[in-house]
């Protein structure tokens, strides 16, 4: 099965939007993630959750995660989800 979000950052890649090393980076992040789901559902409600330099944080806005994020990590990216919602309604 193939993974959307792979593709989507493999394009990135083939286009020069981002390197080989933030791609593999921006995968860990997220592989994190899966691995703590089913705690940050259980306890994360109605929150962005993301992941930067194999660290977890949590803000009730985008823009407070990114703050946070970028404060510690300021030249990586990091992945986030939103925890029992979605930005796209």
Do not use: C, W
């Amino acid at each position: 099965m193939s993974d959307p979000y792979k593709q989507s950052l493999e394009a990135e890649v083939a286009s020069g939007g981002m390197t080989q090393a933030q791609m593999d980076d921006l995968l860990s992040q997220k592989s994190l993630f899966d691995a703590n789901r089913p705690t940050i559902e259980a306890t994360h409600k109605r929150k962005f959750v993301g992941f930067a330099g194999d660290q977890m944080f949590i803000a009730s806005s985008l823009k407070d995660l990114k703050q946070m994020t970028q404060a510690q990590f300021p030249d990586r990216l990091f992945y986030f989800e939103t925890v029992g919602f979605s930005l796209f309604g």
